[in-house]
């Protein structure tokens, strides 16, 4: 599996960007994926994810973010809106396969900067 994300940049707070993430292989309707995000000195922590009509999502972004996924386009995408500084971060798409809780393809990170 090959994750490619995308759709990074720089935002002022408050703006939005929607990240997308592009998968190859064959099994990606059957795996649970998830947004990632590490911020410069922190650990990475998790966003948001999603499997079927299933989802969850982070209390940090709650009410503010949301994922989606179009399994045609083996993509997953994560609306932002209402951009903060403290959402600045390299931000990760993952997926976890086995449905085991463990995601264990990532995808390369694309930056996210929100300007103050």
């Known amino acids: 599996v090959q994750l490619q ?3 990074g940049g720089l935002v ?3 703006g939005s960007l929607r990240l997308s993430c592009v998968a190859s292989g064959r099994t990606f309707r059957s795996s649970i994926m998830g947004w990632f995000r590490q ?3 922190k650990e990475r922590e998790f966003v948001a994810s999603i499997y079927a009509n299933s989802y ?3 209390d940090s972004v ?3 973010s949301t994922i989606s996924r179009d399994n045609a386009k083996k993509a997953v995408y994560l609306q932002m809106n209402s951009l903060k500084f403290e959402d600045t971060a390299v931000y990760y798409c993952a997926a976890d396969v086995a449905r085991i809780g463990k995601f264990e393809y990532w995808g390369q990170g694309t930056l996210v ?3 103050s």
């Open 5 to 7: 994300a995308s759709g």
């Open 12 to 14: 002022q707070a408050g």
């Open 39 to 41: 911020a410069p000195g």
């Open 56 to 58: 969850k999502t982070s």
């Open 62 to 64: 709650k009410g503010r």
């Open 113 to 115: 900067t929100v300007s």
